[in-house]
């Protein structure tokens, strides 16, 4: 089981409850990931295509700012998407105990009031309002029974 913690990648949802100071606690097997990674923090943006807040370390945003390093500088596009992230982005501050407050302009623009999910994704996790989630989930649960999405082939590990 301490390997599943120990990864490196935000796994899991989480529920969890805004209390009446507005904090939350940041799930422990993603405090582990953040620890296990020596990375130099977490930083929270509005999601680019979904009603969601995305979370990422610190050097994901510094991949994140190379991929834009791609574009034109000076682009629409490249300018658009620095502001969409590094604009908007804040970096999470969580006590020892993992408790934290999550920027009230954030969760109202995704609809959270007061119970909401950390949702790992690997490299990466979100933060949803439940009932937004369970939609996202049933919408992709029927593209994937109908082709639309297809799970990529993942090759067998050597034993």
């Not at 796994?11 to 409850?17: D, E, I, K, Q, V």
């Not at 574009?71 to 970096?91: K, T």
């Not at 993992?98 to 009230?104: E, T």
Request: charged residues 25%.
């Amino acid at each position: 089981m301490s390997a599943f913690l120990n990864t490196g990648l935000f796994l899991s949802s989480h529920p969890c409850r805004i209390d009446g100071k507005g904090r939350v606690s940041f799930p422990l097997p993603f405090r582990n990931a953040v620890a296990s990674r020596e990375s130099k923090g977490v930083f929270l943006f509005r999601a680019l295509t979904e009603d969601t807040i995305e979370g990422v370390t610190a050097e994901r945003m510094d991949d994140m700012s190379a991929a834009l390093d791609q574009l034109e500088p000076g682009s629409e596009d490249r300018a658009a998407l620095e502001r969409a992230i590094f604009g908007n982005a804040v970096q999470l501050q969580y006590e020892n105990d993992g408790r934290c407050s999550l920027p009230k302009a954030l969760l109202e623009q995704v609809g959270i009031a007061s119970d909401l999910i950390f949702v790992g994704r690997g490299e990466t996790f979100q933060i949803w309002e439940p009932s937004a989630l369970a939609r996202k989930d049933n919408e992709l649960r029927e593209k994937l029974k109908t082709g639309q999405i297809r799970m990529p082939i993942i090759p067998a590990r050597p034993r």
